[in-house]
């Protein structure tokens, strides 16, 4: 079992940012993805990070205001979020994915999460 906490959410104004940081229990070189689900909407993916080797890569249209970067140690990876808008608006998650360095996993391909944290950007 490995167990991941997020951190970071909270509320802004459109065009503010927020670092969110998702800790792990656990060491090693991990597929680390952020997923986001708003109200009524489908989980989608932000982005993803191989730990071992700091590789990224971004869901559609997420790359630009969002980016993921391994944290103050191997088993947290981060994501800045800047310029928000009210549609970011959601419950932020981060997972544990299968190991692949193709693209950002899906969801069913994510084993473990964290319960989020929520984001809240108002106009």
């Known amino acids: 079992q490995v167990r991941l906490t997020e951190s970071g959410g909270g509320s802004v104004q459109t065009g503010g940012s927020l670092t969110l940081s998702c800790t792990l229990d656990t060491y090693g070189s991990l597929n680390l993805a952020w997923f986001r689900q708003a109200p009524g909407k489908e989980r989608e993916v932000i982005a993803s990070?191989?730990?071992?080797?700091?590789?990224?890569f971004y869901g559609d249209s997420m790359k630009g205001r969002f980016t993921i970067f391994q944290g103050d140690a191997t088993n947290k990876v981060d994501l800045q979020l800047n310029n928000l808008e009210t549609e970011d608006t959601g419950r932020y998650y981060c997972?544990?994915?299968?190991?692949?360095?193709?693209?950002?996993?899906?969801?069913?391909?994510?084993?473990?999460w964290g319960r989020g944290t929520p984001v809240t950007v108002s106009s």
């Open positions: 990070l191989l730990t071992g080797d700091g590789t990224s």
């Open positions: 997972a544990n994915c299968i190991f692949q360095r193709l693209r950002t996993p899906r969801v069913d391909e994510c084993a473990y």
